[in-house]
């Protein structure tokens, strides 16, 4: 008896710490945000048969994209990252403001501008805005801007770009596509666009946190700066980067392989 009261005492603990981190994940309403991922990811790799094996994927390659964009299975992996990178940590002062009305507002902010940003039309006219935007929104543009170098968005971003296509090439490669090149030669090919990738990158990102935080008061948005700026703030997009950028990794790999035996069948 003494036995299982004891081990029950050492148990509350984690109970607490994973409760904290189920409400952080659902204050950053991460499942919205997977599933916009999934949605806009499979439209893109559909596309794919088109530019690597035209004509020859048709209902088996749009199978595959399904089973690898499945929502409910990335949804869990990138949740297993978050929890295991929160483990053990004090989420107290990141979810009094998260689940907070500021906080709220600004997570609903950033989902639905990502939904919007699925269709084309909207992330042009996003880019189109914020190229006049030191002029015609200073202030906002300011704490775009800030927020941007505060959270080192752009750099992360590049980096898991370059991860998720080295991912891919990798996959492709294993399962036997782009027969006669090289890893080697397919990783540098990656690397020599690197500037036209940062480019995309920051001009993306810019238009797109304007975009969200278009209706935030001036002050809201200096108090998740400020959140940002201290060691919770930089533990949390440090964990946010790497959970994602590992779940886009994995994506990549197994769609990269995917298309590699696909690739490797129109070969023979």
Not at 123 to 144: G, K, N, Y
């Amino acid at each position: 008896m003494r036995v299982i009261w004891a081990a029950a005492l050492f148990a509350l603990p984690a109970v607490a710490a994973a409760d904290e981190v189920d409400r952080l994940l659902d204050a950053l309403q991460i499942g919205e945000v997977v599933q916009i991922l999934v949605e806009e990811g499979s439209a893109t790799a559909l596309a794919l048969e088109d530019s690597m094996f035209p004509g020859r994927g048709g209902e088996a390659w749009a199978s595959e994209v399904r089973r690898i964009y499945e929502w409910e299975t990335r949804e869990a992996a990138l949740n297993g990252e978050m929890r295991r990178r929160l483990e053990g940590r004090d989420l107290a002062p990141l979810l009094a403001f998260l689940e907070g009305d500021v906080g709220q507002r600004i997570m609903a902010l950033e989902v639905s501008a990502r939904r919007a940003f699925i269709e084309p039309e909207m992330e042009e006219i996003a880019l189109e805005l914020f190229e006049d935007a030191e002029d015609t929104q200073p202030v906002l543009h300011a704490q775009v801007m800030e927020f941007t170098e505060v959270n080192d968005l752009v750099g992360q971003n590049v980096e898991g770009a370059f991860e998720s296509n080295a991912a891919f090439a990798l996959g492709v490669h294993t399962a036997g596509g782009f027969d006669g090149v090289s890893l080697n030669a397919l990783i540098a090919q990656l690397w020599a666009g690197d500037e036209a990738v940062e480019a995309d990158v920051s001009s993306w990102l810019y238009a797109y946190l304007m975009t969200a935080y278009r209706p935030l008061p001036e002050e809201d948005l200096a108090a998740y700066i400020a959140l940002s700026k201290t060691a919770d703030g930089q533990m949390l997009n440090t964990v946010i980067m790497a959970s994602f950028n590992a779940l886009f990794s994995d994506i990549s790999y197994d769609l990269g392989s995917a298309a590699g035996r696909f690739m490797a069948q129109q070969e023979l």
